[in-house]
């Protein structure tokens, strides 16, 4: 008699069986595609408690346990200031999907809030990163990864144009200027967010949101940091309806720039003009 599967059995088994084609093989095309993981490497998965990153981390996992490559992993969690609420729930599910965390402690989310109270977003964002690139490197660990997928890189490159008035991609690996030997890496950079959601909702989890008191206090209804993001994805999801391809289409785009059909691009912060080939 076959042994029954336990429920953290039964979440992995869906990973590589009923969501294969969606976010498996997608998953594994971004490590091969752009090369992230190396024999000898020792990365730290960063886990900030919500859907995204508790799917990196079994991912790596599976990975690990599948790979001929030698690696190691390290599964990170910073606790900024999350309440005493949210900091167990991340531990529960890490529990639930026999995650091995380490969690570390820092005041992120206060000097956020403190140095740039209205919109504390964007610094928070860089602390974080920061401290986990300090604490990975602490523990050995040469490169961190992060849980950014592909909706992000569509939505990034799409509200660079909108918003912010030029053409701007999100690497999927990024060598690290402030902690020498590092790099951050996003394994998921190939796997869309609504695939992601059907696998939580399939498997019945439940994850913690950002957890910071700024984003708890939103209303939602104002014009605030995420209505940018909120009114591309909805833009995105507008179009979809009429061209099912235009995700992967915005996607694709940022992988084959033709810069002969660019007036101005800049490269290694210095701005370049068409005339430059165009006089010559």
Partial sequence: MAKELTRCQKIERSIITTYRKTIWSPFVLAVKKYRLISAGDKIAVCISG???SMLL??????????SEIPFELVF????????AENLRKIQENAELLEVPITVFESDVFAAADAACAEAPCYLCARMRRGHLYAKAKELGCNKIALGHHK?????TTVMGMLYGGQLQGMLPRI????????ELIRPMYCVLEDDILRWKEYNGLEFIACACKFTQNLTGGDEDTFSARRKVKGLIAELKKENENVENNIFQSVHNVQLDTLAEYKQDGKKHSFLEKFEN
Avoid: C, W
């Fill in 175 to 182: 060598k690290s200027t402030n902690f020498d030997g590092m």
């Fill in 50 to 52: 919500g859907k995204d």
């Fill in 151 to 155: 909706s992000d890189v569509i939505e």
């Fill in 76 to 83: 990170l969690v910073m606790n900024p200031g999350y309440n």
């Fill in 57 to 66: 981390a079994k991912l790596m996992q599976e990975l690990h346990r599948h």
